[in-house]
C-alpha cells in the first residue's frame, strides 16, 4: 500500500526535511522487508527444480516484486525532494 507524501512548507518555499526524513525511514524499512520477502525466491527456484507446483508461490512473489518496486519509487523520490 503505497504511502502518501506530504510536503509541509515552512516560511514560503523551504520544505520541512524532517517530514522527508520521516517518510524515508519508514519507506527505508519497507524496502528492507520486501527485499527479506523476496529472498522466497530461492524456494521458488527449489520447488521447479523438484517439478512442484509453484504457480502460488510465483504470484505472491510478483505481488511482492511489484509491491517493491513502488516502495522503491517511493524513496527515491522522498530522496529527490531532500
Known amino acids: 500500500m503505497p504511502l502518501a507524501l506530504t510536503v509541509t512548507k515552512l516560511g514560503g518555499d523551504e520544505m520541512d526535511n524532517s517530514s522527508f526524513q ?3 525511514r519508514q519507506i527505508e524499512s519497507e524496502v528492507a522487508a ?3 520477502r523476496q529472498a522466497r525466491l530461492a524456494i521458488v527456484r527449489e520447488k521447479k527444480r523438484q517439478r512442484l507446483d509453484t504457480d ?5 512473489l510478483q505481488a511482492m516484486r511489484e509491491s517493491q518496486n513502488l516502495r522503491q519509487q517511493e524513496r527515491q523520490h522522498i530522496l529527490t525532494q531532500l
Open 34 to 36: 520486501g527485499e527479506r
Open 56 to 60: 502460488k508461490d510465483e504470484a505472491d
Open 22 to 24: 520521516d517518510q524515508l
